[in-house]
């Protein structure tokens, strides 16, 4: 098979990349443009079944070349503007990424492309007025720029399925943190600083609550997606469902380091900083067919791995 991943050299991107070149039947065309990625993210052994271009998505002279020189078959388009406080400081930067998700469309449509997965984010449910959030009967109420994206992008792949015919899946991150999770990033940052006995800094009081999901599960799941041919034209939640506050989180990682570092309080983010947020995974657990990765193990891993160590300056 041959597929293009977008946005792969970014956290989830880069290990779903990884992945999939573990299957030698695969051809993986990995395109970034570095803005938010790093090559260090994508997999440090060379092998004949992947290649990175750099390139950008929203330039469609530049993804059009790729597309039709490659003819894929399938279509992960994980290329975006990401993380909350960038998105906020950048809106007409994320408001671009439509360019993106059209220019990535239309070449699917035009070069018979058999699927395309798009990752959409629980972002779009912003403040939720009911919990878990399911994918179906959750209102999506958010109107930050990222999540208003993100929607229309939704929307964009519902219609050319309906008007072109053009299979597609839909998954809706929630929170998927690993080791090529950078430093903008609650757990990596978290993480980095009690290793290095550095102050924890948190916004608001902490009392904020979000599932944590380990980079595995989150890619174990997107390829049985593919695999078995599963949710043609439908969403998915992919996220834990287990509950903590970021303040519990905050703690639990100063535990697991043994650091010294102490939790210092900021103030509250204007927008975007969701007080509530979990996902009803019951598709995203049926699709796993095993138990998710706990939080505490996740950090432990993270901890051992040279690669995030590295990165972080240690």
């Not at 997999?43 to 039709?68: G, T, Y």
């Not at 703690?251 to 009803?280: A, C, F, Y």
Request: with cysteine; glycine share 6%; charged share 20%.
């Amino acid at each position: 098979m041959k597929i293009l991943v977008t946005g792969g050299a970014g956290n989830i991107g880069g290990a779903l990349v990884q992945k999939l070149i573990e299957d030698k039947s695969n051809f993986v065309v990995v395109v970034d443009n570095l803005s938010t990625g790093f090559l260090s993210k994508l997999p440090s052994i060379e092998l004949e079944n992947w290649k990175f271009i750099k390139a950008d998505v929203n330039n469609f002279n530049e993804i059009s070349s790729i597309m039709h020189s490659h003819c894929f078959d399938y279509v992960f388009h994980f290329a975006a503007v990401v993380g909350v406080i960038r998105t906020q400081e950048n809106p007409i930067d994320v408001l671009e990424d439509i360019s993106g998700i059209k220019n990535i469309l239309n070449l699917s449509k035009n070069t018979s492309v058999k699927h395309v997965y798009f990752s959409s984010s629980s972002e779009v449910y912003g403040e939720p007025v009911e919990l878990p959030q399911h994918e179906y009967n959750t209102p999506l109420n958010s109107r930050v720029p990222y999540a208003v994206v993100k929607n229309v992008g939704e929307c964009f792949f519902r219609s050319y399925q309906q008007e072109f015919g053009l299979p597609y899946t839909i998954f809706r991150f929630f929170n998927t943190y690993g080791p090529n999770q950078s430093t903008d990033f609650v757990v990596s940052r978290f993480i980095a600083l009690a290793l290095k006995n550095l102050d924890i800094t948190i916004y608001g009081d902490g009392s904020q609550t979000r599932t944590f999901t380990y980079v595995d599960d989150t890619v174990d799941t997107c390829v049985n997606i593919l695999n078995k041919k599963l949710l043609a034209n439908d969403v998915v939640n992919i996220g834990s469902n287990k509950l903590m506050t970021v303040l519990e989180l905050a703690k639990m990682v100063i535990k697991t380091t043994d650091s010294k570092s102490n939790i210092i309080h900021l103030s509250p983010l204007k927008d975007g900083d969701m007080t509530r947020r979990q996902p009803d995974n019951t598709k995203m657990k049926e699709i796993l067919g095993r138990e998710l990765i706990d939080v505490e193990v996740g950090i432990k891993r993270m901890m051992q791995d040279s690669k995030y160590l590295k990165s972080i300056g240690l």
